[in-house]
C-alpha cells in the first residue's frame, strides 16, 4: 500500500484513563526500588562524552493527559536526548510538509537493522529506512524549512522545546565530541546524498541531526513529551497544540514499527505499545489518551535500549493496564490497578 484516500474523519476515539494519582505513584516507586540493583548492560562508549555516565543513575517519570506527573530516582538530572529527537523532529516534518509526503519522501518500514547501519540506506533502491533509525533521521532533518542552516535549527530547537513546554538546551561537550567522532553518520549522509535522499547540504544535515542529539532534557521533560503524543499532539502542561491528532497517530506507528530498531519486534510483544530509546539511556513509552512513561538509565543492552528502561516499561505496561492489545471477555469484571 503505497498511497492512501486519506484519513477518514474520526467521531469517537476511545483509549481509557490511568489508575488513580495515589496507584501511579506508588507503582512508579515501586519499579525504581526494584529496578534500582539491576546491574546488566553496558553504558554507551560510542561517543567518548556519554561514556563517563553513571551505569547507577535511574529516572522515571509517568505524564498524564491533564498534566500530572508521577516521578522517582533521577527524574529531574538533564542528559542529552539522542535518538529520542527522532520522532519528534519526524513530528515536526510532518506538520511541515504532511504527513503523506513525509511517509513516501523517508519511509515508514522496519529497516531489521541496528539504529546506526548504512546498510539501511542501500536496502531498498530508493535509499528509503524510516525516521528512527540514524539514516531516516538525517534524511527528515534535511527536509527542516528554513533558508539557511540557522533558521533550520531555530525550527528543532523551538518545535522540541514546545513538545518539552520549556526552552531546551544543547549540550556544548556532547555536541563536540559527538562531532569529532561522527564517520559513521557522515558515511551514511553520503549515501544518501548518493540516493538524492538528501535535501540539503550533507555537512549542515550531520550537524542539525548531531547538535539535536545533544539537547539537554530530563526523564520528566521526556515523560511530557511523549505525553504530548498520547495527548492529540497538545503539551499537557502548556496547552500548547504543538502537532495534529492525525500526525500523532503517525508517529506512533513508525515507534511501534521501529522504535527499538532490529528489537521493535520484541518489544512490541511484551509491552504493546509504541516506544523508543535513546543511546544515552533515556526511553519513552506511550499510552495513547492516557499518558506516557520516560525512564532514564545509561546501561543498554547490544541493540543499545537502556535495560532497566525496558524492565519498568514492562512493569508499568503490566500493572498499570496499559497494553494496547489487552483485553477481557465482555461481561467480565475488569479490576482497578492495585
Ligand atoms: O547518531 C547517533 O548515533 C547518536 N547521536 C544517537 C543514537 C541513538 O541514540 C541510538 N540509540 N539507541
Not at 524549512?145 to 530547537?157: H, S, V, Y
Not at 504493546?272 to 499518558?291: D, H, W, Y
Request: overall charge negative.
Amino acid at each position: 500500500m503505497s498511497s492512501s484516500p486519506g484519513p477518514i474523519p474520526s467521531s469517537w476515539v476511545s483509549t481509557g484513563h490511568l489508575p488513580t494519582p495515589e496507584v501511579v505513584q506508588s507503582l512508579v516507586r515501586e519499579a525504581h526500588a526494584q529496578f534500582g540493583s539491576v546491574d546488566q548492560g553496558r553504558v554507551a562508549h560510542g561517543i567518548p562524552a556519554l561514556a563517563t555516565a553513571s551505569p547507577q543513575s535511574f529516572g522515571i517519570s509517568v505524564a498524564a493527559t491533564n498534566g500530572a506527573t508521577f516521578n522517582a530516582g533521577d527524574w529531574a538530572v538533564p542528559f542529552s536526548i539522542q535518538s529520542l529527537s527522532k520522532p519528534f523532529l519526524f513530528a515536526l516534518v510532518c506538520e511541515a510538509i504532511g504527513e503523506q509526503l513525509a511517509r513516501d519522501t523517508l519511509g515508514v518500514n522496519s529497516t531489521g537493522l541496528p539504529f546506526n547501519s548504512v546498510l539501511a540506506v542501500e536496502r531498498t533502491e530508493e535509499g528509503l529506512s524510516n525516521p528512527m533509525v540514524n539514516a531516516g533521521a538525517i534524511a527528515a532533518t534535511s527536509l527542516v524549512p528554513g533558508e539557511d542552516a540557522e533558521a533550520k535549527w531555530r525550527f528543532i530547537l523551538d518545535g522540541l522545546s514546545r513538545f518539552a513546554g520549556r526552552r531546551l538546551e544543547v549540550d556544548a561537550a556532547v555536541y563536540q565530541s559527538e562531532q569529532a567522532t561522527n564517520a559513521g553518520n557522515e558515511n551514511i549522509a553520503s549515501l544518501l546524498s548518493a540516493h538524492q535522499q538528501l535535501w540539503c547540504e550533507p555537512r549542515t544535515a550531520i550537524d542539525l541531526y548531531t547538535r539535536q542529539c545533544a539537547l539537554l532534557v530530563t526523564a520528566q521533560d521526556l515523560a511530557l513529551m511523549a505525553c504530548t503524543l498520547a495527548n492529540g499532539g497538545r503539551q499537557p502542561l502548556s496547552g500548547e497544540t504543538v502537532i495534529a491528532p492525525l500526525i500523532c497517530r503517525r508517529v506512533l506507528a513508525v515507534m511501534v514499527t521501529a522504535g527499538l530498531y532490529e528489537t521493535s519486534g520484541d518489544w512490541l510483544y511484551q509491552i504493546g505499545l509504541p516506544g523508543k530509546s535513546g543511546v544515552s539511556g533515556g526511553m519513552i513509552t506511550v499510552a495513547p489518551g492516557k499518558g506516557a512513561l520516560a525512564t532514564w538509565s545509561p546501561p543498554l543492552d547490544e541493540a543499545g535500549n537502556s535495560v532497566r528502561g525496558q524492565l519498568t516499561a514492562h512493569f508499568l505496561s503490566e500493572r498499570l493496564g496499559l497494553n494496547l492489545f489487552d483485553s477481557r471477555p465482555s461481561g467480565e469484571a475488569i479490576g482497578q490497578a492495585p
